[in-house]
């Protein structure tokens, strides 16, 4: 479905999240005052400490944090990174004892099942009035702010295909052709949010009864369902598996390494979801962990955002599209509401288990 910026606004129907709290400036550092007692002297001098929960990729993570650290030297962060799913899961299972401060580059359909059960605490980072108003909450504080869009692509091992004697699949509908039986590796999506945001667009796009239909012939050619979006990508690109269903950056990841792939967007358009950060509810709340969420969508990381991604949340001077990305590549995007996404996951995921599960790799 062809779209372009002045129709994104109206395609993101994210809508009835409620309004938190007002933002907050970091404590003060403690008084240097003779009378402070010598815990608070002890408490002033501990090193600064934030959690945070990612889905990102590790060698983005990396990369992302170098601005951070060198800003900011005396605040030690802790990553616990997963998958999109695993991470969901977590997060969810720590609900009444939270570990993390920060959520950094979660799908906002996991924020938004999140922001339902009351997990995220409203918070206005310093520039968010830059970021797109369909990328953020809606509440007058948002309780979550998206940072880019990484959507479904189809990466294909020229090689192997030739081997086969087999034409390179430009959409959904030649992924099911008999041809591809055995062929094909794509996510779990419980376990990955490349995964689900696959499934939740076939079921938008095609409706229930005929997105279930075509994935029963889809699970016919599958060989393998993984427990990381990025990984079909990578059995594509060794050969391990011909077809991988993932998404673009990890696609064009490889393909930049020299492997023998093609990055191909399907068609009928590709399923997508955000990037987001927000702040955990919990009994105490850092000042380091909204320093880190100001961070989180300032110049340096969003620069850094768009080598990996074509849609960003701040329009900024300097944006590009990434080599290997459509010229317009809002448009490549199908017609989707995230909040139907978040409302409909824990039932689409029970049905997909149910069904196609048994292809799924043995977990970690």
Known sequence: MKMNWKSLASMLLITGLLAGCGTAK???????????SPSANAAAKKPAEITVYSAMEEEQIKTYLTSFKSQNPTIKVNIVRDSTGIMTAKLIAEKENPQADVIWGLAATSLLVMDDQKMLEAYAPKGVDQVLPEFKDKSSIPKWVGIDIWETAIIVNKVEMEKRHLAIPQSYEDLAKPEYKGLVAMPNPASSGTGYLTVNALIQLYGK?????????????????THSGSKPAKMAASGEVPIGISYGYSGILEKK?????????????????????????????????????????????????????????????????????????????TKLDLYQAARDRESVLADWAKKYDSKSEPKK
């Open 26 to 36: 970091p404590d003060s550092a403690a008084s240097n005052s003779s009378q402070a």
């Open 209 to 225: 009864d005929k997105a279930w239909t075509y994935m029963d012939k889809l699970h016919d050619n599958m060989m393998v369902y």
């Open 257 to 333: 390494k020299g492997s023998p792939i093609e990055v191909i967007f399907p068609k009928e358009g590709s399923g997508w979801d955000m990037e987001a950060n927000a702040l955990v509810k919990k009994k105490d709340i850092k000042p380091e962990a909204k320093l880190f969420l100001d961070w989180a969508i300032s110049a340096e990381p969003m620069m850094e955002y768009n080598k990996n991604y074509a849609i960003l949340s701040i329009k900024q001077e300097g944006n590009k599209i990434p080599d290997g990305y459509s010229k317009d590549p809002v448009s490549q995007l």
